[in-house]
């Protein structure tokens, strides 16, 4: 069966430190990925698209790699803030172009 | 960037009524949007694919009697919980793709819609 797995576990690290999330997936074969980020009580919000012929993506602090033969996606934010301190969320593109999100992973950032 | 209004963003009903939530993109034109649920801790689950001026499409296990879905304008689609009950209590989130952004792009969600039903 498909399955799109995070770390269901609180990530806390300190400030300043990076942060790296994982998404693992089997039995699928995203065409893209997306990663979104949702404070509570919110819907989330867009950060990074990788598609499946790229294998890093940059934007400010954030970076993303995307290792299709391993079947995993890594989130990274450096220089971590308590700001970034939220529920990151994978999502893989599926037949039709429709989405499906892990469960997502809550980071704490402690000043 | 673009935006989607959800309302309302919390709503308290009484057990038996219906309830109303829409979701409205405001500069993008989406002819596709999606209705999730999300409870505490855990991921959206996609319910149903609104589709403007046709109907709805209802993921396994998703009541579409339930669950009303209209989609009757490019930036409108509304989401009405019938005969709510107390297991009907969720957060409920829309999202849209704006039409001309690709099929990768990305999605905008909504604020989300608490639900509680006494």
């Known amino acids: 069966s498909q399955k799109i797995e995070q770390n269901s576990e609180a990530l806390n690290i300190q400030e300043g430190k990076t942060a790296t999330l994982t998404c693992n997936y089997t039995n699928y074969s995203p065409a893209y990925l997306q990663w979104y980020r949702q404070d509570p009580g919110r819907g989330p919000v867009f950060l990074l698209l990788i598609r499946e012929n790229e294998k890093e993506k940059r934007k400010e602090r954030l970076k993303v790699t995307f290792d299709t033969t391993l079947k995993q996606s890594l989130f990274h934010i450096t220089a971590s803030q308590p700001a970034d301190s939220a529920t990151y969320l994978c999502a893989l593109s599926g037949a039709g172009n429709m989405l499906t999100f892990g469960g997502g992973t809550r980071l704490m950032v402690k000043p | 960037g673009a935006v989607v209004s959800q309302h309302p963003s919390r709503v308290i009903c009484k057990s038996g009524t219906s309830v109303k939530i829409e979701c409205r993109s405001l500069d993008f034109q989406a002819t596709t949007m999606f209705w999730y649920r999300q409870f505490p801790k855990k991921s959206l689950m996609l319910m149903a694919t609104?589709?403007?001026?046709?109907?709805?499409?209802?993921e396994q296990g998703v009541e579409k009697d339930k669950f009303l879905i209209n989609h009757a304008s490019l930036t409108l689609s509304t989401l009405t919980v019938t005969s709510a009950h107390p297991e009907d209590s969720s957060f409920y989130i829309c999202?849209?793709?704006?039409?001309?952004?690709?099929?990768?792009?990305?999605?905008?969600f909504g604020e989300g819609s608490r639900l509680t039903v006494l």
């Open positions: 999202s849209a793709r704006d039409s001309s952004g690709g099929v990768a792009g990305e999605l905008f």
């Open positions: 609104s589709n403007e001026g046709s109907k709805a499409t209802y």
